[in-house]
């Protein structure tokens, strides 16, 4: 597609859920990015992939976050056993060069809700 | 203190005026240097984009690095309604990118 798509835009889940959420980068795209934007603040970074490569999971906030991209292409982002503190907005982008220095193309995110 | 330090406003001025946008930084590592524009439930837009000191002109925006001081701005001329959004900026060393918390933006018509 012509841009980064994300699924599913909104997800409420209940507390202690596991959730899932999918992001297609744009085509040919090599470097895939995951973000958190809690209200009002601006994203912090959570994990980096090269390829299918994880190189940097240093931004994942407990073992009960996990990301992958298997194929190098599609990306999933798990969270299990939700909690509050979860409740945010996450965002993926993808970038065209190996490490993102050409400016990452985002996704319109998916709107966690942890109720 | 964080990374990354921009005022969050919210910021309102009237159509036609010079819009004015900053953000400091700490680390001195920071190598590039990007606004992106989000527009409300939306993702970022990356506006300008550069990795020098000096200034980078894109129509009406102009983008200004000044590494010295660990300052960049962003300016928007002849503002306009449609500009009313979320102005982040952000800062990237490695792999990583590092947001400001983004300043709102009303341009009143």
């Known amino acids: 597609g012509a841009g980064v798509s994300q699924s599913p835009r909104y997800k409420v889940a209940k507390r202690g859920q596991d959730v899932a959420l999918r992001c297609d980068p744009i085509?040919?795209?090599?470097?895939l990015f995951w973000y958190q934007q809690a209200l009002g603040q601006g994203p912090e970074f959570l994990t980096y992939?090269?390829?299918?490569?994880?190189?940097?999971k240093s931004g994942l906030p407990s073992d009960r976050f996990f990301a992958e991209r298997p194929e190098g292409s599609v990306s999933t982002l798990k969270i299990q056993r939700t909690q509050q503190e979860d409740s945010a907005v996450y965002l993926c982008?993808?970038?065209?060069?190996?490490?993102?220095?050409?400016?990452?193309?985002f996704g319109s995110g998916t709107r966690l809700t942890v109720v | 203190q964080k990374e990354v330090e921009q005022d969050p406003g919210p910021l309102s001025v009237p159509e036609g005026a010079i819009v004015s946008l900053n953000c400091t930084y700490s680390?001195?590592?920071?190598?590039?240097f990007m606004w992106y524009r989000q527009y409300s439930r939306k993702g970022p837009e990356l506006l300008m984009y550069?990795?020098?000191?000096g200034n980078k002109e894109d129509g009406r925006f102009t983008a200004q690095v000044d590494k010295s001081s660990k300052y960049i701005s962003l300016f928007i001329r002849d503002s306009q309604p449609s500009d009313s959004a979320t102005y982040l900026c952000?800062?990237?060393?490695?792999?990583?990118?590092?947001f400001g918390t983004g300043t709102s933006l009303t341009v009143i018509p």
């Open positions: 982008a993808s970038s065209l060069g190996l490490s993102g220095n050409y400016g990452y193309t």
């Open positions: 085509s040919g795209h090599v470097s």
């Open positions: 992939f090269q390829n299918e490569a994880q190189l940097d």
């Open positions: 680390n001195s590592a920071f190598q590039y």
């Open positions: 550069t990795y020098s000191s």
């Open positions: 952000a800062m990237m060393t490695g792999n990583q990118f590092y």
